[in-house]
């Protein structure tokens, strides 16, 4: 996260999941047939658990696609969406704490000015 004027707010333990969210693309790129599928769903946020157009449920149905394959693909998405998930739940914690450290600053300054 770039700041204006204040440098880079990433820390090691957010770079770490940084490196988790990568990892975890790289595994997406081998269900490259999977979301080729996904492409053709009715629905732009298709789980392709049981909606109405699901391309992905049709080419099960086909045979075009195991359903094994299928389970892999979600597991792995349930996966990301948790990674997502803490990494947002580590910017509120970050964005909180900034906040605190400015206000606590600002604070410090109209004291300082209210006494010279
Ligand atoms: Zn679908």
Redesign the pocket.
């Known amino acids: 996260m770039l700041l204006p004027g204040e440098g880079i707010l990433i820390d090691t333990p957010g770079m770490r999941e940084l490196q988790l969210w990568d990892t975890g693309g790289a595994l997406a790129g081998a269900f490259q047939d999977v979301d080729a599928l ?1 492409l053709a ?1 009715r629905f732009r946020d ?1 789980r ?1 658990a049981a ?1 109405p157009g ?4 049709a080419a099960v149905e086909r045979g075009d696609l195991s359903e094994s394959r299928l389970g892999n693909y979600r597991k792995l998405r349930a996966e990301q969406a948790h990674a997502s998930c803490q990494q947002d739940q580590r910017a509120q914690i970050e964005e909180k704490r900034r906040w605190k450290v400015l206000t606590k600053a600002a604070n410090k300054r109209i004291r300082e000015k209210g006494r010279s």
Do not use: D, N, P, T
Request: hydrophobic residues 45%.
């Open positions: 996904a769903c298709c392709h909606e699901c391309a992905v449920l």
